[in-house]
């Protein structure tokens, strides 16, 4: 049964797909997925994660407590124990057991874990799993796809092994054969949950949600919030359109996405694979530009203009470079494997190609190398800066998406920090630039990050659950920021063009204040990626 708003639907290329059957406005919630067959953190996470609704001990603040049995499971209050013994744990907890007995571990690689506990709910005849995974199940394989793969296949095998050694399940042939199709059905229609700024991680398997097809060019995206996923529209969406999200990130070159959807075994035959659309001919078409209207890029024009040198760069040697690119980042991410990595991007840089990878991800690298080191830390807000105006508005049009959201946050924490230390007159010495030291002294920093916070809890609203940590943590940020003395008329100013970007006023001081600051820091990105980061004395 497909959610409200949509209808499942069999298309002669493509299989089962799901269609809405109303418009839905870009960033409106489509549909919520809350009841998941596989809902798990990773390996590594599950003793800091609540097993049940998945919350981190990080955002909780607390300890969590360990189920008596297992000695493995940890959750946050007795109701989410409880909740998770009904729906799963009651079947695996014994197989922990059997695992610290044997290897002495306390978890089990995500993989694994999650084949068990399917063989483990059909050994019970669990009817959603049955219905998803027994014998005629709704979801789809890909075993010979699968098989075909050599090196794929035998990791296969292995975890399959595991999974029946360790859930205590009959070792026949049989089951074997059983668990690895069970692990390619999970392969190919679980969702990863990721997100390393939050803590979040683990897999989230849905029968329905599984059903919507993949584009490149998607008209809708997942976000996850606890157990439940939540599907919005990316853009708007008319009755009887197709709903299609991403598999993986879109952004990157077409042969590492052909690559990355190799495991899906099919091929993208959407309007970015077809014609080879780089980064920004596909942002250029996009219908929610006028978005960006409430943003840190309100230059609509942007959004339709080429780089200067884009002519000058084939597909062929961004690929080229990309390729390259992973090699080197795979050696390290300190400054010397980051500098190497920038080294790379020369070609895409000369042409001005911010946006086009491996140019964003070679910078936000930068950013975590200066955050880890005190000589060189400040370097991070004007390279996030860059980031901002110049990087992911092209990467995702939308301004509401978390990713984009994510990064006016990251530059609203580091304000509030050179802001804290402006205020204490230290910022001259921990600053490793006197031009970047000259264009923090004259800004009004706080202003900036609240202009920031602003565009947060704006656009967090819009594209994420009210639960979501970094809407929280920003609406916290910005109430402590207005109660600041001195700072009601600046506040006012802030608060007028967020209720209203229009407002001449409110719009001229936005301008003012925070727009045209957090340009001139911007302007130094590129110089500090071409050698001042990377100084012998630094």
Known sequence: MAPLGTRLTVTPKRGQALTATRPFAAGELVATFSNPILALPDGPSMRTTCNYC????????????????????????????????????????AMFTRVRTNVGKDWLPTPTRAVAQVLLLLQARDAATEAAFGKGGTLEGNVQGFRDDEKVWADFELQAMAAVVY???????????RAKEVLCKIQTNAFNRLDADTGMAGIFLDAELSMINHSCVPNAFIGFDKR???????????AGDEIEISYIDNNLSRSTRQEGLRL????????????DLDTYQVASKSPVIPLNKFSLQPDLGRFTTTPVGAARVSSATVETAYKAWRIEAASGNDAIATQRQWKLCKALAEAKMWAVEPIPSTILQAVSVCQANPSTWAYALPLSCFLAIECDPFKLAAPFMPWRVKGVMMLAKLLGETARLTATEGLAKTCPDKTLDEVLEKSDQMCMCEGMLRLVVHWATIGASEDWEI??????????????????????????????????????????????????????????MDGQLWSPSR
């Open 54 to 93: 998945l919350r981190t001990r990080a955002s909780l603040n607390r300890s969590l407590r360990t189920c008596s049995a297992c000695k493995a499971a940890v959750y946050c209050d007795p109701s989410c124990q409880r909740a998770h013994w009904k729906v799963v744990h009651k079947a695996e907890c």
């Open 228 to 238: 439940t996923a939540m599907l919005r529209a990316e853009r708007d969406i008319a």
């Open 264 to 275: 899906y075994h099919f091929e993208c035959k959407c309007p970015r694979c077809v014609d």
């Open 471 to 528: 809407l929280q943590e920003a609406k916290e940020m910005l109430q402590e920021v207005e109660t600041l003395e001195g700072r009601e008329k600046e506040s006012a100013l802030l608060r007028k063009w967020a209720m209203d970007p229009d407002d001449p006023e409110a719009n001229a001081f936005f301008k003012y204040a925070v727009l045209n600051p957090v340009n001139e820091l911007a302007a130094l990105a590129i110089g500090i």
């Open 167 to 177: 859930g205590g399940l009959l070792e026949s042939e049989e089951m074997l054969q």
